[in-house]
């Protein structure tokens, strides 16, 4: 069996239930090394560093 609705949704329903399905910005922090903003959990793009410490060489 597939799924069939019983009765049809108006698209003003529709669209309600819909309406939640925003965009939101991204959460940025600071580093805690060099202050540059950066996404949480993530090796920072401007210093290379992760935790406090020197991950990756940045040229």
């Known amino acids: 069996m597939s799924i069939c609705p019983?009765?049809?949704s108006s698209k003003s329903r529709r669209d309600k239930r819909r309406a939640n399905w925003k965009m939101k910005a991204a959460t940025l922090v600071k580093c805690s090394r060099c202050g540059a903003l950066m996404v949480p959990h993530r090796v920072c793009?401007?210093?290379?560093?992760y935790n406090?410490?020197?991950?990756?060489?940045?040229?």
């Open 6 to 8: 019983k009765n049809k």
């Open 45 to 49: 793009k401007a210093c290379g560093s």
């Open 52 to 59: 406090k410490k020197q991950v990756v060489s940045v040229d």
